[in-house]
């Protein structure tokens, strides 16, 4: 069975290269015709694993190419997401399945709604990969991939594909949990390292702002059914700040390179699920506000 990668960053090429590396049918679909050709100029993707550097000649189409779509990774952003698949919608097969690497939650709700007829798998990774230049992707480190559907918990039999790309994974009944913990570290780290201009160690002068957004976070969790995703939290966001402390974060990144973040997924969301379950959440309102203001002195999207 063919995978459809629709979105050419960081993650979908990793995806893309280390499955057609193992056999597995890939076609990539690309936005419009001037990516296309761009991308067939510089023929093909380029995955530098390890230090060594090898093209993969992985076939290439628009959305309005024909033929039907059976298994997507829609591997964009999270801003992107519901726009970029809505053109493929005609193509999806009736037993279609969508997997979703998007970071934060709210896109996959979108995504689902705008096809009802769709499984829509829902993915977390951890792994490290980085762009270059347009079409040439840096494994930059090992992590790991949660993948579950909180609508049908039974696994998947293209779950084989991934492990024979070489793709660390494991199928959870709990994707939810791991997705809500996910975006409470992001929530905690990405956004102080924006106003405070540093990389994720600089965060170690901050303690008690790190601790106390850790607790609003916590009471969140708790109160929004997610209290597994809530355990230890304060500890496992400082281990992640000292293991990734001489790291930009993505947020961080995107800021710096005058790229549109995903606010609305991560810090956005929490705040507008803490007030539908009116759970105070103070200094989060307050950092939200802070990194909107931030953003719009750069004249980046608020949103």
């Not at 009802?116 to 991939?145: I, K, M, N, W």
Request: net charge neutral; proline share 6%.
């Amino acid at each position: 069975m063919t995978w459809h990668i629709l979105g050419a960053g960081s993650l979908g090429s990793l995806w893309a290269t280390r499955l057609a590396r193992a056999g597995v049918p890939v076609r990539l679909i690309l936005r419009d015709p001037r990516r296309l050709a761009a991308y067939q100029a510089a023929g093909g993707l380029t995955l530098v694993d390890q230090g060594q550097a090898r093209r993969h000649a992985i076939p290439a189409e628009l959305p309005t190419a024909d033929g039907p779509i059976q298994r997507l990774l829609v591997a964009c952003k999270a801003y992107d997401a519901e726009a970029a698949v809505a053109p493929l919608l005609p193509r999806l097969s009736p037993d279609a399945e969508l997997v979703l690497l998007q970071n934060g939650l709210g896109s996959q709700d979108a995504v689902a709604l705008g096809a009802p007829h769709a499984r829509c798998v829902l993915a977390s990774s951890t792994e490290g990969a980085f762009r270059e230049e347009d079409f040439r992707v840096v494994f930059a480190g090992q992590g790991f991939t949660w993948l579950g559907d909180p609508l049908r918990p039974g696994a998947p039999a293209w779950l084989g594909d991934l492990s024979a790309a070489g793709i660390p994974h494991a199928w959870t009944p709990d994707i939810l949990s791991r997705l809500w913990r996910k975006l409470a570290l992001n929530c905690a780290i990405n956004p102080l390292t924006v106003l405070h201009d540093c990389r994720n160690g600089g965060l170690l002068e901050h303690p008690a702002e790190v601790a106390v957004l850790c607790s609003e976070l916590v009471e969140l969790l708790q109160r929004c059914g997610q209290p597994a995703a809530a355990e230890n939290l304060l500890e496992d966001v400082q281990r992640v700040i000292q293991a990734t402390a001489a790291n930009f974060s993505s947020m961080h990144q995107d800021v710096a390179s005058g790229r549109r973040t995903e606010i609305s997924y991560l810090l956005g969301h929490a705040c507008a699920t803490a007030a539908r379950h009116h759970v105070a959440v103070p200094h989060l309102d307050r950092l939200h506000e802070r990194l909107k203001a931030h953003l719009r002195q750069r004249g980046l999207p608020v949103t």
